[in-house]
């Protein structure tokens, strides 16, 4: 029997989605030289409670709405912007799992997050949980409205013909630490899925899997490769790193337990779901591992 649990629409489309796909792009942007006085009038006329400190099109900085009152309450109407405003802030890029920057807002506790270009660290866009909120629901209006299912009788799936001895397999390195391309790996497992005509519910599932396996091996392992297998029943993803293994593979799989250190925290990770995620969405999960040598996890979806 499989232990798959349907996922509420909005939770999977939380790592089906991008930043890009919620974030606003007309941003009010505060140059560090604005006075505190001026920071008041601009805040109240476009009603909002914080915004972006900019310079040469990069951010430098984040100015709130707390920022504000406290130099109000300290008659510090002349001060500037620049020494005032939080330094280190915290960003997400364009082409983040919109699923990624939900976890940096609970970890984090902000209430926007600037959206910067990985390379030229320019800003792009801002992101507040109402940005997100209102892009989960016109979304799921959408759904409703075309009727997911009429549009998937509408086209023959590819996936229908893979019969006999047919398989696909796709192999990829996931490295240590590099959350530059952290995300990409699960993208190009989703890509290969559209391509055969994959049932959505399937490849919904598999990248959820797939991307969670993908980023507890950049937080944890030293490193290895995750691949994946399309065969004419299922769909198999195998992830096998070396390093540090798990202690206790039953409290892993226990949501909310997590070892990720603080600093990982800070980054948006770590909450302590990624393996209960997996177990959620697979028809069947399989984990080796030991101490101080490797983990390898598989786990599969059914093609019914």
Known sequence: MGIYKKLPKSQELTYALTVKDAMCKNVVKISPQTTIKKLREILKKNAISGAPVVEKGKVIGIISIEDLIKCLVNGETDAKVKNKMTKDITVCHPDDPLVRAIQMFEQTGFGRLPVVEKE?????????????????FKKLRNLYETKEENEEKSCLPLYSGLKGN???KMEKVVEKMN???????????KDAMEHFGLPKDVVR???????????????????????????????????????????????????????????????????????PNIQH??????????????????FEVELK
């Open 166 to 168: 047919f398989s696909f």
């Open 179 to 189: 959350f530059k391309e952290a995300g990409s790996v699960s993208s190009a497992f």
């Open 205 to 275: 599932r598999v990248s959820i899997s797939a991307y969670e396996a993908e980023m507890n091996m950049v937080i944890y392992s030293e490193g290895g490769t995750m691949t994946l297998l399309i065969e004419p029943h299922k769909v198999r993803i195998n992830a096998e790193d070396s390093g540090p293994g798990i202690d206790d593979v039953n409290k892993a799989l226990t949501p909310g337990f997590s070892t990720a250190p603080d600093w990982i925290r800070e980054l948006g990770f770590g909450a302590g779901m990624g393996l």
């Open 120 to 136: 030229t660290f320019k800003l792009v866009g801002i992101l507040t949980k109402s940005d997100i909120v209102m892009c989960l």
């Open 281 to 298: 969405n697979s028809d069947r999960l399989k984990i080796r591992t030991k101490k101080g040598k490797f983990t390898k996890l598989s």
